[in-house]
């Protein structure tokens, strides 16, 4: 795609034509990055890690487009109204629960890996 983007930029010189073309496809390119896509999602889940939030609400964040970020992180469960996935923030785990508000925003519950797994070894200890 980029060698193609990259032939029409040349032969805008000679059909200016061209240039339209060109200008569409590098917009298309742009708007269906992941950078573009998830940038907001990853914004605010950093922004709850740096301020060591493990629960948040945004009214600014549509379910649909956090929902789309776990499916593109490998989510295996993402439903009408929750989507769960483990993903890496500065080098560290994470387990991410997306649940939509009714106002139509979206709640985000944010838990290290390393702490879910000690709770789970705590509680299969108790069970014995």
């Not at 930029?9 to 240039?19: N, P, Q, R, S």
């Not at 939030?53 to 009408?80: C, E, H, I, P």
């Not at 929750?82 to 923030?89: C, D, E, R, Y």
Request: aromatic fraction near 16%; hydrophobic fraction near 45%; charged fraction near 20%.
């Amino acid at each position: 795609m980029y060698f193609i983007l990259g032939c029409l930029l040349l032969g805008g010189f000679y059909y200016a034509e061209l240039w339209f073309v060109a200008a569409i496809i590098a917009a298309y390119l742009f708007f269906t990055s992941p950078a573009f896509r998830h940038g907001p999602v990853e914004a605010k889940l950093i922004h709850m890690v740096q301020q060591h939030q493990n629960y948040a609400q945004f009214s600014d964040l549509g379910f649909d487009r956090a929902k789309r970020f776990a499916v593109d992180k490998g989510s295996k469960r993402a439903d009408q109204q929750t989507a769960f996935v483990a993903i890496l923030l500065h080098d560290v785990g994470y387990a991410v629960s997306f649940t939509r508000v009714p106002d139509g925003g979206t709640a985000i519950l944010l838990e290290k890996l390393s702490d879910l797994r000690r709770q789970f070894q705590y509680a299969r200890a108790q069970r014995r």
